[in-house]
């Protein structure tokens, strides 16, 4: 089956810093999301971007399917963004990688 | 409008018996998933339905877990007995369409149901 991986799977940060986050998959797809999952466990769908780019407030989105990467960039972080942020892939059927599990310090 | 429905939220059980998961999808979703997440990993896609018809379980453990989705509407997650290992969240989610490849297919979760099993 399709391999998701990303990277890198641990980041802290202070409050105000940019990051980029990173999504490899192993064989074209169909549909390809990012989500936060919060502390409680939720998981919180953050873009829903098979190819090109998107941007929603701090937070922006990259996917060239053609190189098969996704990067999920955030801008000023803040302490609300600690979580863990999940890369999940449709070819046939829904496949996530492992994560990257962000903190950012006040 | 109301979000994915499950329950119950939290679950202790001993090994060796059974219990089951609800879920309720957004309304007019065709397609639900089960996903099992145990603590550190990516959620792992249980089963697939598209309506009430099964997309893919293959990685379903058949000979502890079942589920279905009656009338393509709610479904329910069984795992009868259950071992220390299934100790994890189950999460449901639903889509509009599997089929159709635009944002309309995102897909949307529950809060889960946290399973121990002790």
């Known amino acids: 089956g399709i391999q998701v991986e990303q990277s890198p799977p641990d980041l802290i940060l202070q409050e105000g810093a940019n990051s980029t986050l990173r999504c490899n998959f192993s064989?074209?797809?169909?549909?390809l999301q990012w989500f936060h999952q919060n502390p409680w466990g939720q998981l919180i769908n953050l873009f829903y971007?098979?190819?090109g780019t998107k941007q929603n407030g701090r937070l922006s989105a990259t996917t060239v399917a053609t190189e098969r990467y996704s990067l999920l960039y955030i801008s000023s972080s803040q302490t609300t963004d600690s979580g863990v942020y999940f890369c999940?892939?449709?070819?046939?059927?829904?496949?996530f990688g492992d994560g990257t599990t962000l903190t950012v310090k006040p | 409008e109301a979000g994915v429905a499950q329950s119950p939220r939290y679950k202790i059980i001993e090994k060796r018996q059974s219990v089951a998961f609800w879920c309720n999808p957004i309304?007019?979703?065709?397609?639900l998933y089960w996903y099992q997440q145990i603590l550190g990993q990516g959620p792992k896609l249980l089963i697939q339905?598209?309506?009430?018809?099964?997309?893919?379980d293959s990685q379903l453990p058949k000979d502890r877990f079942s589920a279905e989705r009656l009338k393509g509407v709610d479904s329910t997650l069984k795992i009868q007995p259950a071992k220390l290992e299934d100790s994890a969240v189950y999460l449901c989610?639903?889509?509009?369409?599997?089929?159709?490849?635009?944002?309309?297919?995102?897909?949307?979760f529950g809060e889960g149901s946290w399973l121990t099993v002790v």
């Open positions: 989610a639903s889509s509009l369409e599997r089929a159709y490849r635009g944002p309309g297919n995102t897909i949307y």
């Open positions: 064989d074209s797809v169909n549909n």
């Open positions: 971007i098979p190819s």
């Open positions: 999940a892939v449709d070819r046939g059927k829904s496949t």
């Open positions: 309304s007019g979703h065709a397609t």
């Open positions: 339905f598209q309506n009430n018809g099964v997309v893919d």
